[in-house]
């Protein structure tokens, strides 16, 4: 069926044109070049690093072996070891909007919950059974166990945990749509910053006493 735009307004064109390029939005800009790979001696600028000059770009910086080994779970008191493979460790993804983690998993180890501002994520699992969720800005819980092979997505910046079920240890590859997609963890975030946010705000949010509050952000070092 065709479409006549005649008698619009040319308001009306502009604004139907400018929803059109903007949808879909990309977590990161397009790169205008082959590659850039990241100069991280240098200070980050605004969206990535000042890149490598061409002449010193290798085949090494677009290969990343960090992914193979396995995290050491008992590192962190949650029992989930997450590898980085974004830019600051890959620096060959610098402006290619893409990056990939690992994540390995004791028994019953839990990634707490935390966001992404600034990316989608999507998970593979590939070894044990881990229940995966998040929470929409309508308060509900979306959440299923997944199994080697199977993919679930979390959409940027909602709240979202990860937790083995299985009996043994679970692994997962997670992909982001972001060279750099940040991350919030929750729990930290709220009772360990520096300076730290107001007691009587935190007592009124969760709906506690100021003595706890206390209590639970001495247990992060605030």
Sequence with gaps: ??????????IFLILSLTLFFLSPCHSDPDSLQDFCV?????????NGFPCKPASAVTGEDFFFSGLTKEGNTS????????TIGGVMTFPGLN???LSMNRVDYAPGGVVIPHTHPRATEMVLVVKGSVLIGFVSTSNVLYSKVVGPGEL?????GLIHFQQNVGHGKAQAF???NSQNGGAVLLSPALF???PGIPNEVLARAFRIDEKLVKGIKFKFGA
Aim: glycine letters at 10%; proline letters at 7%; zero cysteines.
């Design 1 to 10: 069926m065709a479409v006549s735009f005649s008698g619009s307004s040319p």
């Design 95 to 97: 402006t290619l909007g």
């Design 75 to 82: 590192s962190t008191p949650f029992g989930a070891a997450v």
């Design 192 to 194: 360990g910053s520096k």
């Design 38 to 46: 990241a100069d991280l001696r240098a200070q980050a600028v605004l």
């Design 174 to 176: 997670t992909v982001f």
């Design 152 to 156: 679930f997505v979390i959409p940027m």
